[in-house]
C-alpha cells in the first residue's frame, strides 16, 4: 500500500504533512513530519497543488488559510482536537466585551473562526516570543490555561486566561512525574507547554514536540522521560536509536491523532474527498493572524 500511496502522491502533485503524533506507520509514508509551527511553515511554502494532512482538524484548515489556491485533504474529517473545541467565536466575543480593549493571542489549535478574531496566533513553540512581539501589556490568551499560565512565568506583561486546556497533557501530575523519575532516575523530564504548570515547574526543559526532538538530539544526557503525547516517543527512538525515552505516563494518548489509518490516506487520495476549506470572510482576517505569528 506504501508504494501506491507514494505513486498517488506523485500523480496527484501532493504532499503528504503529518504531525509527529501520527502513527508509525503515517509518520514512515509523510513528505515531512513536524510540530504545529513547521507544519505551517511547510503547508505555506510548498510548490504541490494538493496538501493531504495527516494531524487533525485545525492543522488542515491552518494550511487552508495559508494555501486558498490548493486542494487541502485530510484523510478523517473526524479528527479533531477537544482543545480547539472549548472555544467558539460566539464565547470570544462575549469576552472581549466585557474586558478592556487588549490583543488576543490565539493559540494554534483552534477553528479559523476563533483565528479570524484575534490579533495574532501562536503555537507551543513561540508563545513567550509572540506576546513579547506585542507593544501591549495586558493580553488574553486563548484557548489554553496551561499554555497562558507556562507562557506568563516567561514575560513580565499581564495575561488573562481562558478556561480551556489539552484534556490529554492536562492528566499528567507531579505524582505521575515522581513516579517516573523514581523508575529513571538519570533521565531528564521534558514537559510540553500544554501541561500544567506544576509539572512544568518540575521539568528540565519545557518544548514543542520537535523542540523535543533537538534538544534529545544536542544533549549529552541519554535517557529521557517525555511529558507529551506518547506518539513522539516513535520518531524519538528511531532518530536517537541509542538513546532512551520512556513516556511520563501511558495516560497521555491522543486518540484524533491515531484515527488516520494509510487506508484512509489511499482512499482521500483516489476520490479527494476529506477537503478543508475557509470561507474568504473568515480566511483574510485568520490568515492575518497567522501571517502575523509566522513574521513574529
Ligand atoms: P506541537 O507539535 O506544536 O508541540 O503541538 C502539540 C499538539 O498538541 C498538537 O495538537
Ligand atoms: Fe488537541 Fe491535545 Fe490531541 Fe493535541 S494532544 S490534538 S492539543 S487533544
Redesign the pocket.
Known sequence: MKDTIRDLLKKRNAILLA???EPPEIQELADMC????ELSIRAADTDAAVIVFC??HF?AETAAILSPDKTVLIPRLDAG?P?ADMITPEALKARLDVLPPMPVVTY??SSAAVKALSTICC???NAAKVVESLSEATLLMTPDRNLARNTAAQTDKTIHLWDGC?P??DRLTPEDVEAARKAHPAALFLA???CRPDVVAMADAA?????MMRFAAESDATEFIIG??VGLLYPLQRNLPEKQFFPASEKLF?PD?KKITPQDILSCLETLSGRVTVPEAIRLPALSAVQKMINA
Do not use: F, K, Q, R
Open positions: 504531525h509527529n503524533y513536524g510540530d504545529s509551527l494531524g487533525v492543522m482536537c482543545m494554534v489549535n503555537t507551543s513553540a489539552c490529554i497533557h510540553h507547554p500544554e518544548l514543542s514536540t520537535s523542540g507529551t503525547e491522543c491523532m
